[in-house]
Structures are given as structure tokens and as C-alpha cells.
């Protein structure tokens, strides 16, 4: 939604894979940005780096010249349709590799801001339809809709692409008008398109959401899942003490139970100022390992077919038995019956 106050362009980022996506579908449209890049003061080296941070005024830019190049009214729906797993950081493999098309817009949900600070997602219930809701406090920005467009375009192709299969969602609506043939947004969805709304919105059937993906692969998803949530406590952390420590803890669970002064030492400071700075969030080190345990506990439950015994080593529980203790105080049952119960 538009905001009377919206923050500055100049303090907000994008992330280095988003500009490369950026990049590719600009040179798809026969426009090559790599001159403009490096007069904008963005390296090879930023651009390789996985946790590389691009000003959003540098994007913007980039769209900019992007749109005027290639005279494309329509750029951002056709970016949409160069989308790739590299082009999604972490998210990509990630989501491809999960058991259902739920699993992986669950995962899409909290990483949608690491990979632009353009906008955030959320989603909504009206009966049984899933509302993708795209918020932007940029809506007056010429580059906006083609931004919007090439969010849910993306989503779209690579939706199918994860599927296997061409289904469609069950309508989009745009806040904007279109900005050229509005049958080349009926072409791609393959649905009722409205523009000009009160929401950007893409609708989809809950039946589709537990539909198997095609490349589905527990292990994989298990590793892929465990970068993509240390990449998004990683950008939380940037100026927040607790999930700094919280991603100290994940790093380093699978080595044993973590300790305060090791991280104390990697974070650059005494043990004493890490626990009164922790004080001073009204928190402690002890409660926040607990959390991380419990966190990861039920997302390896239900998205890894690791055994019990497993996930607790993997905790840095001495014995399935402690674990199970810690797991029964949280949740009131055990492991086993909350992986049989799918978490309900």
C-alpha cells in the first residue's frame, strides 16, 4: 500500500541474485547493462558474492535503463518469463527440491525480503484460495508495476516449471493499469487478469498446494532448506544482536551444543557484554538455544526424513531420550507423534 512517508530508496537493498536476474532479462531484450553497472559502482566481485547487498537507487537505476532499451512496455512480464532456480538465491533450489507446491511458497514467504526491500509478501485466505499479496510503499514509482509483474510472472513460470505440469492460477490482479497488450498477461497466466485494484494479487486453488513436485528430494531439500533460513537469519542479523547470536547457534549446532563465549569472541565482544546486551533485549542465552532447538526440531520433523535419534544428535542432545524429554515440555507430545500428526 502506498505510504505517506515511504522510506528512501537510498537506504533500502536488493539482493546480488536479483540483479543478476535483472541483468540476464535485460540482455534477453537486447540491452546490455554490464557498462551502466560498473558506472553505478556495483563490482564483479559484489555481484558474485551470494550475501552481496545492492542499493535499491542502483536497481531502480538499472530498471530504468533497462525499460528505455529495450522499449519493451511490457519488460517486467517477459523478465518474469527468464526466471531460473541461480536467480532465486538460496530459495530456488530450496523450493524446487520440497515434497509440495505448499512447502515451497511457505519457504517463498520470509524470503521474499532478502531478495528485494522493494516490497513484501503475504498471503491471505478467502475460502479455499490462496492470496499472494504483493505490499510496496513505491507505488508511484514508474518502475513499480514492471517490478510486480516480474514477481508474479516468475512465480508463475517457475511454478510450473516445479510442477511439471502447465497449470494456472485461478486469477492476478494488479493495482496498476496495463502497460501494453493486456492479452500478453491472459498469454502467460492463462487466467482472469484485473488490473487497476485495490491489491496486487495472485490467486491460486488450494488443490493445486499439495500437488508433489517434480524434482522432490528429502535430502536435498534438507540441506537446501538449512542454507536458505541461515541466509535469512543472516540478513535479519545485519543490525539485530539476537539474530546474530541466533545464527551463531545455528552454525554451529551440528558441531555440539553451542557456548556463549566462543560466540562472544566471534561476534568481537566480552562474555559479560554479550549477556548484559542480551539482558538489555530481556533475553539470555539459554532461551534462545532453546528456541533455535525447537525451531529446527520441527521443520526437520516435518521436512526431513531424518530419523528422531538423528535430529537430536543433530541438536546436540546427548540421547534421543533428553530430546524427546525437551520436546514433550514444549509441545506437550512427543517427536514421533508430532511428525505423525503432520504438526497439528
Known amino acids: 500500500m502506498s505510504d505517506s512517508h515511504p522510506p528512501s530508496l537510498h537506504s533500502l537493498t536488493v539482493a546480488s541474485f536479483w540483479i543478476e536476474y535483472l541483468l540476464d532479462a535485460a540482455l534477453h531484450s537486447g540491452v546490455d547493462l554490464s557498462d551502466a553497472l560498473v558506472r553505478l559502482g556495483v563490482s564483479e ?13 542502483v536497481e531502480n537505476r538499472l530498471f530504468e535503463l533497462a525499460l528505455e532499451g529495450s522499449g519493451d512496455p511490457l519488460f517486467g512480464l517477459h523478465m518474469g518469463e527468464c526466471i531460473r532456480p541461480r536467480f532465486m538465491g538460496e530459495l530456488g533450489y530450496a523450493s524446487m527440491s520440497s515434497a509440495t507446491l505448499r512447502d515451497a511458497i511457505e519457504l517463498m514467504i520470509p524470503f521474499a525480503r532478502v531478495t528485494t526491500e522493494f516490497a513484501d509478501l503475504r498471503f491471505e485466505w478467502h475460502d479455499n484460495e490462496l492470496w499472494l499479496i504483493l505490499d510496496t510503499p513505491f507505488e508511484d514509482l514508474p518502475t513499480s508495476p514492471h517490478r510486480v509483474d516480474a514477481f508474479y510472472a516468475g512465480a508463475v513460470v517457475f511454478g510450473r516449471w516445479i510442477l511439471g505440469a502447465e497449470l494456472n492460477p485461478m486469477a492476478v490482479h494488479f493495482r496498476h493499469p496495463p502497460h501494453g497488450d493486456s492479452g500478453e498477461y491472459q498469454r502467460l497466466f492463462g487466467c482472469p487478469v484485473s488490473f487497476s485494484q485495490p491489491c496486487n494479487a495472485l490467486v491460486i486453488d488450494e488443490a493445486l498446494l499439495d500437488l508433489p513436485l517434480r524434482d522432490a528430494d528429502p535430502e536435498v531439500n534438507r540441506i537446501a532448506r538449512s542454507r536458505m533460513q541461515r541466509a535469512v537469519t543472516q540478513y535479519r542479523a545485519r543490525d539485530n544482536l539476537l539474530e546474530q547470536v541466533r545464527l551463531e547457534i545455528q552454525q554451529r549446532l551440528v558441531d555440539g551444543v553451542p557456548q556463549l563465549e566462543p560466540i562472544a569472541e566471534r561476534l568481537g565482544v566480552k562474555p559479560w557484554t554479550l549477556r548484559r546486551r542480551l539482558r538489555a533485549e530481556q533475553a539470555d542465552f539459554s532461551t534462545l538455544l ?13 521436512h526431513s526424513n531424518r530419523s528422531v535419534n538423528q535430529i537430536a544428535l543433530d ?4 540421547e534421543q531420550s533428553a530430546f524427546n524429554r525437551a520436546f514433550k515440555r514444549w509441545f506437550g507430545v512427543t517427536p514421533v507423534s508430532y511428525r505423525d500428526s503432520g504438526g497439528h
Request: glycine share 4%.
Open 290 to 302: 532453546e528456541e533455535e532447538r525447537r525451531r529446527l526440531a520441527c521443520d526437520w520433523l516435518l
Open 315 to 318: 541438536l546436540g542432545y546427548s
Open 45 to 57: 566481485a559484489e555481484l558474485e558474492s551470494p550475501r552481496a547487498r545492492v542499493p535499491l537507487k
